[in-house]
């Protein structure tokens, strides 16, 4: 009957069933791997998108909508953009490591950078198609 006195602070292992610590991080019966409620979830978040470096997010959104650009020449602004906020983001994240942020700039200057060329290039070769005909 010892073990009703602490019953408060133990749960059952997820994988063995055997009575341990809450506070536990691993199954001493096991070796299971627990993870406390709420512990993991905030740094997955905060890892992936860059919220302090908005830069980097305005060169990531941009540089995704940049493929309309390759087909709409009236979208051609979105890639510049993509490209000076990435160039932005990419001097923050190098200034402030703990902004994060460096993959969404860079998505954003690559991508802005394509979108950008094969966009002038399309506008050309409209802008050709248009004045050669007769
Ligand atoms: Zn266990």
């Known amino acids: 009957m010892s073990t009703i006195e602490d019953s408060d602070d133990r749960q059952p292992c997820p994988v063995c069933g055997e009575s341990i610590k809450k506070s536990a991080k691993v199954c001493r019966h096991c070796g299971e791997k627990l993870t406390p409620k709420g512990e993991s979830q905030g740094d997955s978040t905060g890892g992936l998108i860059p919220y302090k470096n908005p830069p980097a997010l305005i060169a990531y959104y941009c540089g995704l ?4 650009a390759c087909l709409i020449p009236i979208f051609l602004p ?7 906020a990435g160039i932005k983001g990419l001097k923050k994240a190098k200034a402030e490591p703990q ?18 060329l094969v966009g002038l290039v399309t506008t050309v070769g409209i802008v050709i198609a248009l004045l050669s005909k007769p």
């Open 78 to 84: 979105l890639p510049v953009v993509a490209v000076v």
């Open 99 to 116: 902004v994060k942020g460096q993959v969404h700039a860079w998505i954003g200057v690559i991508g802005g950078g394509l979108c950008g």
């Open 65 to 68: 909508f940049s493929l309309l």
